[in-house]
């Protein structure tokens, strides 16, 4: 699971997320509204954690 609480906390400026985001089941099946819906949270949840606000893992 994807949590960029930690990472974020220490004061990472990026991330390098390879195949938490984009995995072979994924792009095999064609399924990139499920990849960009992957993306769209993971965002969310960085932009929660810089903010102060609670998230769970994604």
């Known amino acids: ?3 960029p609480k930690e990472f ?3 004061g990472a400026a990026a ?3 390879g195949s938490e985001l984009v995995n072979k089941s ?3 099946s064609g399924s990139y509204d499920q990849l ?3 993306a769209e949270d993971f965002i ?3 932009r929660r954690v ?3 606000k609670a998230i769970d893992a994604i």
């Open 26 to 28: 994924v792009v095999d």
């Open 15 to 17: 991330f390098g997320i």
């Open 50 to 52: 810089r903010h102060g």
């Open 8 to 10: 974020t906390e220490a």
């Open 1 to 3: 699971m994807i949590c």
């Open 44 to 46: 969310e949840a960085v």
């Open 36 to 38: 960009t819906k992957r």
